[in-house]
């Protein structure tokens, strides 16, 4: 199958260096401490922190540095096909664990010892590129919730296929069985928190899908820091400051 | 302080600040003190942000982020609501809307002794001042003020209590007064207790009043001054 045309447009008529519009917005669940929702293209998703709170499980407490909790499952209604098991599978499991770490890297832990963080990612809407769509969201939600954090996180996805690079995969490329590398920075520091990659790529041209993935994060950052700064700026002008 | 640094802080005082933001390079400063309030961290030779909000300074040499978020962190004599959750043998355990639970020593009241222990069931409302807030420990809690008296702190009876964010919990407690409270003082008779943690108490003699001004301060948090005198205006005509 044909994912790049000859003119360079893809299936969805983008260039192969193009993003897919992205859109946020923040404070989304009332109750909860701190909210988002992060759109990329058709990828939807919804995110709610909770806490610094006290620890729930009194065996699980850590003195040192606050114990970071995720949970991330898809919606029933989701994909195409509705999804029998949208949570504790394998893959949701696995998802997870990868948001919890990659939140980790960024969250100054030990400012909030013996305390708790939860960060609940919920997909309502997919079309590849899930995992950094939930960082993403993951992201706003924690800045949103006054959690002190080193850097923002952002995430992008990048691919290989018919011999050209491809930024931000949609559900088709993704799941065309070429290379598919999941990337997180920190883009001030310049320091990446995830690298994940899906089948094999030659080290030169790992490097160039990599190079356009920061390039994709670094872009989203900007764009999570216009939404963080209009929502401070908003907040002061309602307050008539 | 060389030109370079104080120019690179004062572009970004009162200006919108992000988690990663550097403000400071320390290494262009020479035998300069500055003191580092919430939202912002040293880094080696950088002070950075770690928290969204707009940069504030105040003279001599004090900077902080100001921000508006859910959950209290707590300093020092900040006055607080808390409510009572478990009670032990010398202490209470009380929530204050803080990453861990809060001590109330059973003898941080006015002329506190082993002879009169106070009496909290579980669940009660209490307004309180911390005493000590060090990361590596539970908040301590005091029903006195710096001097030993009572004055203002302690169990708070009927009313209603309702949750808001901490910064418009500031906002409420700001000098010259708050125009919501201003504008609902003139017209109603009631009383109010606002913890910097977000948390504020109302009480009148009637609950249709407690309710009318419960409700003008909730819905002021995302109204300016003018809309705050207009909004209650309104709400006032209704009732009347």
């Known amino acids: 199958m044909e994912y790049v045309s000859p003119e360079g447009l893809r299936l969805d008529g983008r260039r192969p260096m193009e993003m897919r519009q992205i859109r946020a917005e923040i404070g989304a669940v009332s109750k909860a401490d701190g909210s988002?929702?992060?759109?990329?293209g058709n990828t939807k998703v919804i995110a709610a922190v909770y806490g610094p709170r006290e620890v729930q499980n009194r065996s699980q407490q850590i003195s040192s540095h606050?114990?970071?909790?995720?949970?991330?499952?898809?919606?029933?209604?989701?994909?195409?096909?509705?999804?029998?098991?949208?949570?504790?599978?394998?893959r949701s499991t696995e998802i997870s664990l990868v948001i919890r770490q990659t939140m980790e890297a960024c969250i100054l832990t030990h400012l909030l010892p013996r305390s708790q963080i939860d960060i609940y990612v919920q997909?309502?809407?997919?079309?590849?590129?899930?995992?950094?769509?939930?960082i993403n969201a993951a992201t706003l939600a924690l800045a949103d919730a006054g959690i002190p954090m080193r850097d923002l996180v952002t995430s992008c996805s990048a691919g290989y296929l018919n011999s050209t690079p491809l930024l931000d995969l949609n559900y088709v490329e993704d799941s065309a069985g070429g290379p598919d590398v999941t990337l997180g920075i920190l883009p001030k520091l310049d320091k990446v928190t995830l690298l994940q990659m899906?089948?094999?790529?030659?080290?030169?041209?790992?490097?160039?899908?990599?190079?356009l993935a920061i390039e994709g994060c670094k872009a989203i950052a900007n764009y999570i820091r216009e939404i963080l700064l209009a929502n401070t700026k908003q907040l002061e002008y309602r307050r008539g400051v | 302080m060389e030109t370079k640094s104080t120019s690179s802080f004062t572009n970004l005082v009162d200006q919108s600040v992000c988690p990663?933001?550097?403000?400071?390079?320390?290494?262009?400063?020479?035998n300069q003190t500055i003191k580092l309030g919430g939202g912002l961290r040293q880094d080696c030779d950088a002070i950075s942000v770690m928290k969204a909000g707009r940069l504030r300074f105040s003279?001599?040499?004090?900077?902080?982020?100001?921000?508006?978020?859910?959950?209290?962190?707590?300093?020092?004599?900040?006055?607080?609501?808390?409510?009572?959750?478990?009670?032990?043998?010398?202490?209470?355990?009380?929530?204050?809307?803080?990453?861990?639970?809060a001590f109330l020593p059973v003898l941080a009241f006015e002329g506190g002794t082993r002879r009169n222990i106070p009496r909290f069931e579980i669940g009660t409302l209490i307004y309180v001042r911390v005493i000590k807030a060090n990361p590596g420990m539970?908040?301590?809690?005091?029903?006195?003020?710096?001097?030993?008296?009572?004055?203002?702190f302690g169990a708070l009876k009927d009313g209603y209590m309702f949750e808001?964010?901490?910064?418009?919990?500031?906002?409420?407690?700001?000098?010259?007064?708050?125009?919501?409270l201003d504008a609902l003082g003139k017209k109603l008779s009631f009383e109010i207790a606002v913890g910097l943690n977000g948390r504020v108490w109302v009480d009148a003699a009637s609950p249709h009043t407690t309710i009318v001004v419960a409700n003008a301060i909730m819905n002021s948090e995302t109204l300016s001054g003018a809309q705050q005198r207009i909004m209650v205006e309104k709400l006032l005509q209704r009732i009347q």
């Open chain 2, 138 to 152: 539970n908040p301590e809690l005091s029903c006195t003020d710096a001097s030993g008296k009572a004055a203002e």
């Open chain 2, 164 to 180: 808001c964010t901490t910064g418009q919990s500031r906002m409420l407690l700001s000098s010259p007064t708050c125009p919501v």
């Open chain 2, 20 to 30: 990663g933001d550097v403000v400071l390079d320390l290494s262009k400063m020479i």
């Open chain 1, 66 to 90: 606050a114990l970071v909790r995720c949970e991330y499952c898809m919606a029933n209604f989701s994909t195409g096909d509705r999804m029998r098991k949208s949570k504790g599978d394998r």
């Open chain 1, 198 to 211: 899906d089948s094999k790529l030659p080290i030169d041209i790992l490097e160039n899908v990599m190079q």
């Open chain 2, 59 to 101: 003279k001599p040499h004090k900077y902080w982020v100001e921000n508006s978020q859910k959950r209290y962190v707590p300093y020092a004599e900040d006055s607080v609501l808390g409510i009572v959750v478990d009670s032990r043998s010398d202490n209470f355990l009380v929530d204050i809307k803080g990453p861990t639970l």
């Open chain 1, 123 to 134: 997909v309502l809407q997919a079309d590849g590129g899930t995992r950094s769509a939930c």
């Open chain 1, 36 to 40: 988002a929702i992060f759109e990329m």
